[in-house]
């Protein structure tokens, strides 16, 4: 899978929408990992990621063929956000203090999805030391800024 075309530009996509200076799986890939989620359904449970960098992205893509206006609505409760999630779409989240799932399908349709992300233990590796951290953690929006910019 690592060598299809098409996978490599998802991957490459989803990397050039941030920056960094780590090897990766894929040429122009920034994630350290991936995973490809090839169930018939894949049904994300709310959770959150409390292994990956905390001030982080996750990289998300919806595959497939099923009706993004009856299900595969990707949620965000901490935001308190249902956002329609079409097959083909990308988000980037910080994956690890943001609780995320997605919404059920229909028997009939299917739904996959291409994930990378890197786990915060590379960055401690890479970097050590608690400064890293309190860096990581300014780079932060606070609810009260959220809050205040206009939609």
Request: aromatic residues 10%; hydrophobic residues 35%; contains cysteine.
């Amino acid at each position: 899978m690592l060598q299809q075309k098409p996978v490599q530009r998802i991957a490459n996509f989803g990397s050039s929408l941030v920056h960094s200076t780590l090897c990766c799986n894929f040429t122009h890939s920034i994630f350290s990992c991936a995973t490809f989620n090839l169930g018939r359904q894949t049904i994300m449970h709310k959770h959150t990621d409390h292994l990956n960098l905390p001030f982080g992205w996750c990289h998300i893509t919806a595959l497939s063929d099923f009706n993004p206006k009856q299900g595969g609505h990707l949620v965000l409760s901490d935001l308190r956000m249902v956002i329609g999630f079409l097959p083909g779409s990308t988000i980037l989240i910080p994956s690890t203090i943001l609780r995320h799932a997605n919404t059920p399908i229909s028997a009939s349709e299917h739904y996959y999805s291409f994930t990378q992300f890197s786990p915060g233990g590379i960055f401690y590796l890479n970097r050590m030391g608690p400064t890293r951290w309190e860096e990581g953690l300014g780079m932060l929006s606070t609810w009260s800024e959220l809050r205040s910019t206009p939609a």
